[in-house]
């Protein structure tokens, strides 16, 4: 399709430019970018002089198909992430079905080509059967298509194993996504280990069980030379380490969500389910550790941290309640909120953190900006529309959020993926 985006205020790579331009799509590439363009015969979308930014990219959302139609699948997957202003999803490898092997990879791409509106790849398990005992059919899922690889919720205990799988990551230039839950130390636990879960008398997940592991990944990438990413930091200690580490030249990197630089632990008070989320909520400190780590670069993304639920598996007793939150149709809304409105980060560093870096660390060469030949993977943002978030209109199944009724600013006017207009507001 090809489609003349006007009056754009375009922010790409960190830079908002000077001039209101217009963009010319042609085939779902970006053809042009100047002012004043004027073709005939061709569908136009005026933004208003609104932000015109690349769309988000987001790592590791779950998605669940055979068995879990309750749950969010390719289709509301794609319409959630189009409101979200999502133009590019990985799949986590921890949902279902289990990508171990490059025939899931394909069931995966054929299901995304029929189903989804947005940019859907797969993420692809370092282990069988998401196991950590024995390597995974790494290299055909690499060449059939998964950008990353990793074991989803599960760390791989086997220090042995992990290393083999990140020097045989090397040969693919790939990258390895980590999760940071040492498995001894938060056995059974549900919340943060603190004041909080010993007022309610609940199991806690302490620091060191993230630091622990965020300490063996740094090394191991440090001698091995792997291309590491560290997913969900949510402590002051693990944003400390990996500030110390990229110092030294190791190539790591990390991100976080939006719930663990906006919520505390508090929030799981009188057994609060919509807050028990994995790793869990710390601490005040914790907070202000990642907006710095944030605002530095010591963390390089932004993700969703989208881990649907479904209702009834959450409102029930707090020990037997399901990990999760839904992230995709809010967490612009959330970032833009407390990052732009309340702190001292712009719209340009939000470029940075949900699309530059990301695009850039699961390699995708054409996406992440927006610039003459890439993708035409764009949204329109009014960044200072008010709204109240009601879980009960998100397009996820998942309708739950701990920010019910909260007031945010921030509103995706329209998404366009590969020149196609998925959502538009108007």
């Known amino acids: ?23 010319y799509i042609e085939n779902g590439i970006i053809k042009k970018i100047d002012k004043n363009i004027n073709i005939d015969n061709i569908k136009i979308i005026d933004a208003k002089n609104n932000y015109v ?41 921890s949902a279902k079905p289990i990508v171990d092997n490059k025939t899931v990879v394909e069931y995966i791409h054929s299901k995304c080509k029929g189903e989804a509106n947005i940019n ?5 398990n370092m282990t069988k059967g998401g196991e950590g005992k024995e390597i995974s059919e790494i290299g055909e899922m690499i060449l059939t298509g998964v950008v990353g690889i990793s074991d989803g919720d599960k760390p791989i205990e086997d220090t042995n194993l992990l290393r083999d799988i990140f020097l045989y990551s090397r040969m693919f230039d790939i990258t390895v996504m980590t999760t940071l839950i040492e498995p001894n130390l938060s056995k059974n636990g549900t919340v943060n280990y603190g004041c909080m879960a010993t007022k309610l008398g609940l199991v806690g997940i302490p620091r060191e069980a993230e630091e622990i592991e965020a300490s063996k990944n740094i090394i191991l990438s440090k001698y091995t030379g792997a291309k590491v990413h560290i997913s969900y930091v949510t402590t002051k200690g693990t944003v400390e380490l990996i500030r110390q580490a990229k110092k030294e030249g190791v190539n790591i990197t990390c991100s976080t969500a939006p719930h663990y630089f906006t919520l505390t632990d508090r929030q799981v008070d009188n057994y609060n389910t919509f807050a028990k989320v994995m790793p869990p909520l710390r601490e005040e400190e914790d907070i202000k550790a990642i907006k710095e780590g944030l605002k530095d670069g010591t963390i390089d993304i932004i993700a969703s941290g989208h881990s649907p639920s479904l209702y009834e598996k959450k409102v029930t007793e707090f020990e037997r309640a399901e990990f999760g939150i ?21 719209i340009e560093d939000i470029t ?58 921030g509103e995706i006017l329209a998404t366009i993926v590969s020149g196609n207009i998925l959502y538009n507001i108007d």
């Open 120 to 124: 859907l790849y797969p993420i692809g």
């Open 53 to 93: 930014l690349p769309g988000f990219i987001d790592i590791g959302c779950k998605i669940f198909e055979n068995g879990y139609e309750s749950k969010d699948n390719v289709l509301r997957l794609s319409q959630a992430g189009a409101k979200g202003g999502y133009t590019t999803i990985t799949t986590s490898s």
């Open 1 to 23: 399709m090809n489609l003349l985006i006007k009056n754009a205020k375009i922010v790409s790579n960190g830079i908002l430019e000077k001039d209101i331009k217009d963009i």
């Open 326 to 346: 839904s992230g995709l149709d809010v967490a612009f809304n959330i970032t833009n909120t407390k990052l732009l409105k309340e702190s001292d980060f712009s």
């Open 352 to 409: 940075i953190l949900m699309s530059k870096n990301p695009a850039n660390i699961l390699g995708f060469k054409n996406k992440g900006e927006i610039k003459e030949g890439y993708d035409a993977d764009i949204i329109i943002v009014d960044n200072e529309k008010e709204k109240i978030i009601k879980s009960s209109e998100f397009l996820s199944r998942a309708k739950y959020s701990p920010y019910e009724d909260m007031t945010v600013f």
